[in-house]
């Protein structure tokens, strides 16, 4: 019994298959990446420089705002970096400016440029040209991603709290607590969902947190059945029996014992749930039903891409950004979808790309 | 010596990398009852399989020849008309070996339309006949039974009378009885072999052959003319039946033979106290009505009638049935897992149901559980550290790390484990393993009582000898008491100092071991007796 071999936890081992399928390993990394990129943002896209250095001073415009007055202008109002005066007078001998790869917020309108605008093609100022509105689209690309997988993430992380709340109650207790609840959920799941957000979008003035909270009251519903098989099944097991015999209480045992092993369906949920949340707002959005503008909303370039077809920047370079997303995180979730399928050998686990 | 009527010659069979049969020789003569014996993991089974081409994804080399064919070279369609019609087989777990949606008459007469010429009236009537002659009750009205609505061991007959349904030269059992009731595994048995022998007195040495897979070697001396032994892969020993259980050449042979466990009991003390006594323990579970009265009114079923239990300090105690006779349902309310409608437990003279939570929960650390199946009864993600130790962290939280931790690797000792496994994952132990695993999460508690759920019967005959050594070896160190549940008189039979026989739910007959076991008295017990040994 002398085994000198490193003792992997099932999770540990999970996570191995899991890298071995290096499509979906990479996706994973990529799409981290991406959104960890887009959380710095304002660092990568905005209006304003990172720093500046006028007459022996340094300003952080990033952080704070400064009046015109200060760089020379005559009026005590927000600085326009855009502006060609300030602009001249930053650049003057002994002052500088950093600013970001793309000088552009999603909301930023540059009253100064001599292209032809709303909307307005690729060229060297715009990278991607801009909207209807006149808005960079790739500034408004980085900060709709960076809304929608937050949003994704949240709905996501609220779903996986509540339904494995209500999965564990219904299949531990099982028997009449798991039929009332049951039934409850029946009704709770048949109103209509669409009907709901349509009469709340116009009641209440629309954003982000009225859809969050009217998704997140559904978006539990079909994996608190998926954790409930899970515990009804693994209840009766002998691990289980023997816990009670130890005289370990309920929640001790739904704990530590039930739930590390009924977490599969939910963890290879994950990026399919992340993926339905996104295109849930995309679809909103693109229905009018979402966010209103200035927000940034990929669901709203699609829509202004099908309203503008002679504009192909911008339905294209929206769909592309919503298609990589989705993408990244199908392929995530179907490498973890094999990772934690037992039927799978480990040998075969790598072949699959 | 005539021509064989199967012979397998040099096969191998690997998965990927892992070779799981090696340079098999093997021949069956016609008329001929053949054993394949084996632990898990010897190869039996997938030999088997390979004689019908029934394994996927294995690479096999070698021949086997049947009738101067040799089948692995014979493509799918070919080996089709060989399956069911010369080779029939039959599984160890009929209801799963059954289509579920179709009645067992339309089964076996698909069968036989399938091979042979016949009219669907034909055929029903050779059905009826077959399922006559198989022992199946009231045939006629049987014939349109679905599986699920016939209980297991009809179940099996249906499956036999399935596969006899094209006459076929050799009938591959793959661990036929496993599956089934003690009482019943004997009729089937002895169905086999009247079936078998009747196809031999019609066709000579023409007639129907058995290889029979199994790892029982009772039945292999009561079924087989010539046994032979497998070991990881390689036939090691083959034999008559009687040379090979009077004289075993190969090591693993005898080791196979000598794993039959013997009796072996410490007296108990005249007067010793009395640990536990269950009185007229009845426990009911409800049965839910149809429709609307079933949230007014409810049925029940009684699983257990007003059972009478004592068990004395040292004592071991058996309890006897087959499934469905409510043992399991005793054990649950000895360890108060489940309600129970009426009764008492005293244990050590307190009254169990009638004390408060926290003495309950007390009580626990005095009287625990080893469950059946080793690899339910360890939670996957929890390493040995953990699973033992978890009792310990409840019963005793006055305990320092430190001094948990040597109780951890004193408990593991006794059960043969060194401290190197303590962060081991349950995945990485065999079966025998794992149950020493779980008698170390219950005897780390220092219990007093320790009720024994079937502790061996998902292990391989010579673990299964082990274990029994260990929980002797244990009991007598410790003076423990033990409730034995099994369905197995063997393993009664080598630990028990009385035996309580239970039957639906009730306890027919009760007293030493030893005395039951010779004079049975009541006709079930008879019948269990007979049927075991």
Excluded at chain 1, 196 to 208: P, T
Excluded at chain 2, 478 to 493: E, M, P
Aim: aromatic share 8%; with cysteine.
């Amino acid at each position: 019994m002398s085994q000198v071999i490193p003792h992997l936890s099932p999770a540990r081992r999970n996570w191995q298959r899991f890298k071995r399928n290096r499509l979906g390993y990479w996706s994973l990394i990529v799409f981290v990446a991406l959104y960890v990129l887009s959380l710095a943002g304002e660092v990568i896209s905005n209006d304003r420089p990172l720093v500046v250095r006028y007459e022996q001073q340094w300003y952080f415009p990033l952080l704070n705002e400064y009046p015109e007055s200060i760089f020379g202008g005559n009026l005590p109002i927000k600085a326009d970096y855009h502006d060609p005066f300030i602009k001249a007078q930053l650049s003057k001998a002994g002052n500088f400016a950093i600013y970001p790869l793309n000088p552009y917020y999603y909301d930023t309108l540059n009253y100064f440029s001599k292209a032809e605008h709303y909307p307005g093609k690729p060229d060297d100022e715009n990278l991607l040209g801009t909207d209807i509105a006149g808005y960079d689209i790739l500034a408004r690309l980085i900060y709709g991603f960076r809304v929608s997988v937050t949003f994704a993430l949240g709905l996501t992380a609220v779903g996986v709290v509540l339904g494995i709340f209500f999965g564990a109650v219904q299949g531990y207790f099982a028997g009449k607590t798991d039929l009332v609840i049951q039934r409850l959920i029946d009704i709770w799941g048949s109103m209509p969902e669409l009907y709901l957000l349509i009469i709340f979008a116009s009641i209440f003035d629309h954003s982000l947190l009225l859809l969050f909270g009217l998704l997140s009251l559904f978006g539990w519903i079909t994996l608190s059945d998926y954790v409930r098989a899970e515990f009804l099944r693994n209840r009766q097991l002998e691990y289980v029996k023997s816990a009670r015999a130890l005289g370990l209480s309920n929640t001790q045992i739904i704990w530590r014992h039930i739930l590390p092993n009924s977490l599969t369906p939910v963890i290879t949920f994950l990026p399919f749930r992340m993926s339905a949340a996104i295109m849930a707002l995309a679809s909103l959005d693109f229905l009018g039903l979402g966010v209103t503008a200035p927000a940034p909303s990929l669901g709203q370039l699609l829509l202004q891409g099908k309203e503008n077809l002679d504009a192909w920047w911008i339905a294209l370079s929206s769909f592309s950004v919503l298609v990589l997303t989705l993408l990244l995180l199908t392929f995530t979730g179907e490498a973890l979808r094999n990772a934690l399928d037992t039927r799978i050998s480990d040998a075969r686990q790598g072949g699959t790309l | 010596m005539t021509q064989p009527l199967l012979s397998i010659e040099n096969f191998s069979a690997r998965f990927d990398q892992k070779t799981v049969v090696e340079q098999l020789n093997l021949t069956i003569q016609g008329g001929e009852r053949l054993a394949l014996v084996g632990e898990s993991g010897s190869g039996k089974t997938v030999t088997a399989l390979s004689i019908l081409k029934l394994v996927e994804a294995a690479q096999l080399s070698g021949k086997i020849v049947f009738n101067g064919e040799n089948l692995l070279q014979k493509s799918a369609r070919d080996i089709q008309r060989v399956r069911g019609a010369d080779i029939a087989m039959i599984f160890q777990e009929p209801m799963t070996a059954l289509n579920p949606l179709f009645t067992i008459g339309e089964q076996i007469v698909e069968t036989i339309i399938a091979h042979q010429a016949l009219s669907r009236a034909e055929a029903t009537q050779k059905t009826l006949e077959l399922l006559t002659r198989t022992g199946i009750r009231q045939p006629e009205k049987n014939i349109n039974s679905y599986p699920h609505q016939l209980s297991g061991g009809q179940r099996q007959r249906a499956m036999i009378a399935m596969a006899l349904s094209c006459k076929p030269k050799l009938l591959i059992a793959d661990e036929p009885t496993t599956a089934l009731d003690m009482t019943i595994r004997a009729r089937i048995v002895k169905l086999l072999i009247e079936l078998q022998e009747e196809d031999v007195r019609a066709n000579g040495t023409q007639g129907m052959a058995i290889l029979l897979i199994t790892h029982d070697l009772n039945l292999v001396r009561k079924f087989a003319h010539r046994v032979a032994v497998m070991e990881r892969g390689r036939l090691v020993e083959t034999a008559d039946t009687q040379t090979l259980f009077a004289q075993p050449q190969h090591p693993y042979t005898i080791k196979l033979i000598n794993s039959i466990p013997e009796r072996n009991v410490l007296p108990v003390a005249s007067d010793a106290k009395t640990l536990l006594e269950a009185r007229k323990l009845r426990v009911e579970y409800p049965l839910p009505r149809k429709g609307w009265r079933g949230l007014l009114q409810s049925h029940s079923f009684t699983a257990l009638h007003g059972a009478d239990v004592t068990l004395r300090e040292g004592e071991t105690v058996g309890i006897v049935g087959e499934s469905g006779s409510g043992k399991s349902t005793l054990a649950q309310a000895v360890l108060n897992l489940i309600k129970v409608k009426s009764g008492t437990i005293e244990v050590d003279g307190a009254p169990l149901y009638q004390l408060s939570k926290r003495l309950q929960r007390e009580m626990r650390a005095r009287l625990q559980v080893v469950f059946q199946d080793p690899f339910g009864s360890l939670s996957p993600r929890q390493t040995v550290r953990q699973i033992v130790g978890e009792g310990l962290e409840l019963h005793f939280p006055a305990l320092t790390a430190e001094e948990r931790y040597t109780r951890i690797v004193q408990v593991l000792s006794e059960v043969g484990l060194s401290a190197q496994v303590l962060d081991s994952y349950p995945h990485e132990f065999s079966g025998g393993q794992r149950q020493r695993i779980a008698i170390a999460r219950a005897f780390v508690l220092s219990p007093k009582v320790v009720i024994l759920d079937e502790p061996t019967s998902a292990l391989d005959v010579s673990i299964q000898k082990q274990v029994l050594e260990l929980l002797v070896s244990l009991q007598k160190k410790f003076g423990l008491s033990y409730l034995l549940i099994s369905h197995d008189l063997t393993v009664i039979q080598a630990l028990a100092h009385r035996v309580y026989v239970l039957k639906d739910g009730e306890i027919i007959e009760s007293g030493d071991t030893e005395q039951i076991i010779h004079t049975p008295q009541h006709p079930y017990t008879q019948s269990l007796v007979q049927a075991s040994l």
